[in-house]
């Protein structure tokens, strides 16, 4: 496929994305929802390229979200929040990934999974500090100095969640043609070659699950200034698994697949969740399974699959 | 030291006892994980969800048949007959139905199909059971409580989850040895076990012995949840938490190995039922932090055989 269709069809999902935030208003909500899910679903792909699947992720987003939800009374402003928010998802990741990138498979999957559920206990028991499950309230903050005017304010958060999408699209897109990043598919592969040319599997391994960490700590803090109320449930095992699938669904072989992933999910979620929500994560996992079964490449696949048959 | 130990010998007695019982159940569980392991190669996510439905199934079945006139005695009978359901009907369905499918693909999508299974049967528990606790300790009350001495005082205990539950793990742990060992069927599991190829090649029918393996799995999970059923209420959630825990037991023992799994399940039941009465805050932590601590000491688990690496 030509080097330019990617980065044309982003172009042309972020010019559709901003017509139907403008044309259907309701929509800019959930596509910054979308987006910010997206953020972080993108990190996660980073980790399947070395053949690794984290169940855990959903606790970089929470602790994101969580970092806006603490910090924004003594900083009430985004562009300020949003590094900090960085900042700390940069460094939990780095403890956290100093641990688990000496495992992998399964290992890797649970160890993450458990630490996951660990911080939700964390948020979930220590009801002075956190609320407890009550969740806390995201004070109102400022966007770029704008004071917090409804219309404004969505409008800035939807193209902040835009800016940062696109931005990280790019910079994944790098990062995986860049030595570092052909490392990671040498890591799913045989990592003892790798090792055996001089490439130390591990910090490769490392570099990309900080910067995932870091992406998922974004779409968490994201997530909490579009939302306004984090709870503990951000950090829940289903919150991983919800991550997952949007990766799976959007397909992981190019960096559009997770926000085509996080769309299609969020836009169905919103008619369907209310209309089967006992039965909601066993349609999740059943399209889990019929992707994995009869679509293993996902949504972008299926697009990608439909370009190259016209090209 | 002599102080704290008058003041909380009763307390700790009653965790140990508790302790023991859970670590019983967990070890069902975790020992059917690995069987099913060592043959198909596949971390079965969902594993924790038979353990569930196997309890529910139990508890309904118990419900439904006592209210029938069914004399108390023959409740155990019922426990039995669940878990002989539940793992022969879900176990060849599953491994026939989905797992075969996908057998040598990738190591993340067999892996994420098992997730998938894991969310349907989460869902079809609740919509069969609904959310509300489900009760029935007929089995439990049967057999009254004996009194354990400990140090000086008298603990009062079930005898069910004295001599009832340890029993039935202790009897599996002997069973299986033995049956893996000095059996035909046995040694063949292990054949297979050991090098799949080579023991194809010798004439034995590797997809029977993985059909087998793996409802003999499921049906030990669901066992474990049957005998579960009688002490606790069932509320969802508890196939996650099972999971979650049954994996730690099999990562501190190592992938493989059972009587490791029968000593690791004892530190993780104990840890966490001294949590409970101890420390209750740290009850769901306290699994994750021991298995934390022992992989970051000895990565292949206490027993576990480090793998040669592949060139």
Known sequence: ?311 | MAGWFSENGLLLGLALLDGLSYAALVFMVAVGLNLVFGVLRIVNVAHGSLFAIGAYTAASLGLFLSARGLPPAAGYAVLLLAAVLVGGVLGPVIERGVLRRVYGQEDVLQLLVTFALFMILEDVQKLIWGVQPLFHDAPMKFLGTVDVPFGEDVIPFTAYQIFVVPGVAVATLAGLAWFLRRTLTGRVIVAVTTDKEAATAMGIDAAKVTLLTFTFGAALAALGGALASPTTSLVPGVGAQTIVLSFAVVAIAGLGQIEGAALSALMIGMGRSIAVYFEPELEVVVPYLIMVAVLLVRPQGLFGVVETRRV
């Open chain 1, 1 to 311: 496929m030509n080097r330019l269709v990617e980065p044309l069809l982003a172009l042309a999902a972020t010019a559709l994305l901003v017509l139907a935030a403008w044309a259907v208003p309701w929509l800019k909500f959930v596509l910054t929802i979308a987006l910010a899910k997206g953020l972080a679903v993108l990190g996660i792909l980073l980790l399947l390229r070395a053949g690794q699947v984290s169940f855990g992720h959903s606790m970089f987003m929470a602790l994101g979200a969580y970092t806006v939800a603490f910090l924004a009374p003594q900083v009430p402003e985004a562009l300020l929040l949003l590094p900090l928010a960085v900042l700390f998802s940069a460094v939990a990741g780095l403890l956290i990934g100093l641990f688990v990138v000496r495992y992998r498979d399964i290992f890797f999957s649970m160890l993450n999974l458990a630490l996951c559920m660990v911080f939700y206990s964390v948020l979930e028991k220590f009801y002075a500090i956190t609320k407890g499950t009550d969740g806390i309230r995201v004070t109102p903050i400022t966007i770029a100095g704008q004071e917090p005017g409804r219309e404004t304010q969505e409008w800035l958060i939807f193209g902040l969640a835009l800016v940062l999408a696109v931005g990280s699209g790019l910079l994944v897109r790098a990062y995986l043609a860049s030595p570092m990043g052909r490392a990671l598919a040498g890591i799913k592969t045989r990592e003892t070659r790798l090792e055996f040319i001089g490439v130390p599997a591990r910090r490769v391994l490392l570099f990309a699950y900080v910067l995932s960490a870091v992406m998922g700590g974004c779409g968490g803090a994201l997530l909490a200034m579009t939302t306004r109320h984090v709870t503990p449930l951000l950090s829940y095992w289903t919150a991983s698994g919800e991550l997952v699938f949007i990766l799976i669904l959007g397909g992981a072989g190019s960096a559009l697949g997770p926000f085509l992933g996080a769309a299609a999910y969020e836009l169905v979620r919103v008619y369907a969740a209310a209309l089967v929500a006992d039965a909601w994560q066993m349609i999740l996992g059943g399209v889990l399974l019929a992707v994995i079964l009869f679509a293993p490449q996902g949504l972008w696949g299926i697009v990608a699959g439909r370009l190259r048959g016209r090209a």
